[in-house]
């Protein structure tokens, strides 16, 4: 595997890699891996809103209408994503820009900080599989006492991601970006077949 992070970072640089899929597919999970692998920083939209000198504003625009309106967001995310700290590494993505008409604005402030989107990661889980790891969590306890991960709020997430998030998916598809993985596969797996997809896209084939 060594030698296909090289040549992944080769070919990445400075850019940026975002992870999508439906709640429990692993995300962070692999966001963080592949983030340690690479050298690079994971960076959640929950990072970027929180980031935003006035919390009161976001917090009313949302209340008003749910969804921050396209060049609000952008000031927001292109700050964020032109941080000293972060300007020589790569970035990747967990849904950043999930909800259908923000992904031009990433595309774009991606590209403008110097972390252009090289590739995007769809985890494949169907809404069954979802519910069942829905279900195995809750008899593991093992992802602390989250308020979105009742019931209710799940059946919510995944109309969201339905009605929002999908288009993106497509738009990513459409752009040559979108690379799927099987989110069934056990971690160490998932990592592999994702490490092999971006070699191969580094090397063109």
């Known amino acids: 595997m060594d030698d296909q992070i090289k040549t992944i970072s080769g070919w990445l640089g400075t850019g940026s890699i975002n992870v999508f899929g439906r709640p429990f597919c692993g995300k ?24 935003h000198h006035d919390p009161q504003k ?21 700050p964020y994503l032109s941080r000293p700290e972060i300007k020589q590494k790569p970035l990747i993505l967990s849904s950043v820009g999930r909800s259908h008409g923000e992904e031009s604005i990433i595309m774009k402030a991606t590209t403008d900080s110097g972390h252009p989107i090289k590739a995007v990661i769809m985890l494949q889980l169907s809404e069954q599989e979802v519910w069942q790891r829905f279900a195995q969590a809750k008899t593991q306890n093992d992802r602390g006492n989250r308020p979105d991960d009742q019931s209710e709020a799940l059946k919510t997430r995944l109309k969201k991601f339905e009605d929002k998030t999908e288009p993106v998916i497509d ?21 592999k077949e994702i490490i092999d997809s971006l070699s191969k896209r580094a090397l063109g084939r």
Not at 30 to 40: P, T
Not at 61 to 72: H, K, T
Not at 176 to 189: A, F, M, N, R
């Open 171 to 191: 738009f990513y598809r459409d752009k040559g970006l979108l690379i799927e993985v099987d989110g069934t596969l056990p971690k160490s797996q998932v990592t």
């Open 58 to 78: 976001i917090e009313k625009v949302l209340a008003e209408g749910g969804i921050i309106p396209s060049d609000f967001y952008l000031e927001i995310v292109l």
């Open 28 to 51: 962070d999970t692999q966001g963080r891996v592949l983030a340690e692998l690479l050298g690079g920083e994971l960076i959640g939209g929950g990072d970027i809103l929180r980031s």
